[in-house]
């Protein structure tokens, strides 16, 4: 009778137990501490159209904010632009609203090759080409930023003078040009424009305000080109997120939710997803790590590539996940994320390899990114604390660090995420 007693209370305390660490969320949470402890597994908690629905709503309020973001930059350079003589605590303001610009807009490149309308040119076309091309091309000759300003005259107010010449080698500052660095548009010259030439691995860029200045040569001129690229990246922005939007019909949002198109669109975020890993995110990136030189620093006019590194993780969490967050640790909205589609042995141990890949970078630069949402100067143990351009170094001491994220996103993660994908039957291609 005693044995019969104690293999209740065993069975009652373990159903208990269990209870308690599952009551507060689905698969993809912390539940995997409990599901671990106890051998189980947890089965999908969503179905495809419900998972669909919260990524379309997901990827319709990331472009929101992104937008809104670069809107709220725009318009800073527009004052910014009618002022003669600009200050330097000008230049600072565009600057940090440009890090907080950029943040956001980092947190929506997990939504990139996925067929939808960011980098489909059949879905979406920006000023007639593919949009993502002209938000965030990479890498720049800032040359030929500089060329043109010195000789475009009044057509550094038109846009499509501009979109023009990107890929123009006539204005590559280089020995020799390449067409594609020729970027005349998006994130990268805004930035360089706002900090100048990085020559220094101490600090950023230090282009003086005086460079805007009308007294200065091309000073006018400089203003003005900023305020063109700023304007229309807020435009192609808004053009992204009305895709998105459930309140317009015939966008790209209704063709995605379409019952018809239920399967080929969950396979279409895998494949995204895991092209985003091995390629952008763990690739091309990171390819500072191998050459080493500061050329191929990703964001290195600002030295605020490490938050390129943070901002496309937490991108990918928030899809994995289904919660929109930008700050650690704070939900804005929260739904099935892809996470859901599996059941918990299923998902391995995705979820805390993204968030170790964010966490290894630390926010902390105090002259770029103190206006960065998750700016610190308390970083944790083991977390990248140097400036990207010394870390990729070899001979520093953190240079480690960036080969180990190298090996947990591009193999390690891209490994268990084509696992996941094919143990509920879709297949994510190298």
Request: charged share 15%.
């Amino acid at each position: 009778m005693r044995n019969i007693h104690t293999k209740i209370f065993s069975i009652l305390f373990s159903m208990t137990l269990f209870s308690s660490l599952i009551s507060c969320a689905g698969p993809g949470s912390d539940n995997s501490a409990a599901a671990a402890l106890l051998g189980l597994d947890i089965p999908a908690s969503a179905t495809k159209p419900q998972f669909l629905n919260r990524y379309a709503a997901l990827a319709f309020e990331s472009y929101t904010q992104a937008e809104l973001d670069a809107s709220n930059l725009s318009a800073a350079v527009d004052t910014f632009d009618s002022n003669t003589n600009p200050s330097a605590s000008d230049l600072t303001n565009l600057r940090n609203l440009w890090v907080k610009a950029r943040a956001s807009y980092l947190i929506t490149e997990g939504f990139r090759f996925s067929n939808g309308p960011i980098d489909n040119d059949t879905v979406l076309q920006c000023d007639g080409t593919e949009c993502e091309g002209l938000l965030n091309a990479w890498p720049l000759d800032e040359d030929a930023v500089d060329n043109y300003i010195a000789n475009g005259g009044n057509s550094v107010t038109s846009f499509a003078s501009i979109l023009a010449k990107i890929g123009d080698t006539s204005l590559g500052g280089e020995a020799d040009p390449q067409a594609d660095k020729i970027v005349m548009t998006g994130y990268h010259p805004i930035e360089y424009l706002l900090w100048g030439k990085d020559t220094s691995n101490t600090t950023a860029g230090v282009r003086p305000a005086s460079d805007f200045a009308d007294a200065t040569t091309n000073g006018a001129r400089r203003r003005h080109y900023l305020k063109t690229i700023t304007n229309r990246l807020a435009v192609h922005l808004g053009l992204i997120k009305d895709q998105w939007d459930p309140a317009q019909t015939g966008n790209f949002r209704e063709t995605f939710l379409d019952s018809a198109n239920v399967n080929t669109s969950v396979g279409n975020i895998f494949q995204g997803l895991g092209s985003f890993m091995a390629g952008e995110w763990g690739g091309e990136r990171l390819t500072g790590v191998i050459g080493e030189t500061q050329e191929e620093e990703h964001s290195c006019f600002s030295d605020t590539t490490k938050a390129d590194f943070y901002y496309d993780a937490q991108g990918v969490l928030n899809i994995w996940t289904g919660n929109y967050s930008i700050q650690k640790g704070v939900n804005i909205s929260s739904g099935p994320g892809l996470s859901a589609l599996l059941s918990f042995k299923q998902q391995g141990a995705i979820q805390s390899e993204i968030e170790s890949s964010r966490n290894l970078f630390c926010i902390n630069l105090s002259d770029t990114e103190s206006a960065d949402p998750n700016f610190t100067s308390s970083c944790a143990s083991g977390s990248l604390t140097h400036r990207f351009d010394q870390a990729i170094s070899s001979a520093d001491s953190q240079h480690g660090i960036l080969v180990n994220v190298q090996r947990l996103i591009g193999s390690t993660l891209n490994r268990d995420f084509v696992a996941a994908a094919a143990a509920i039957g879709f297949s994510v291609a190298p």
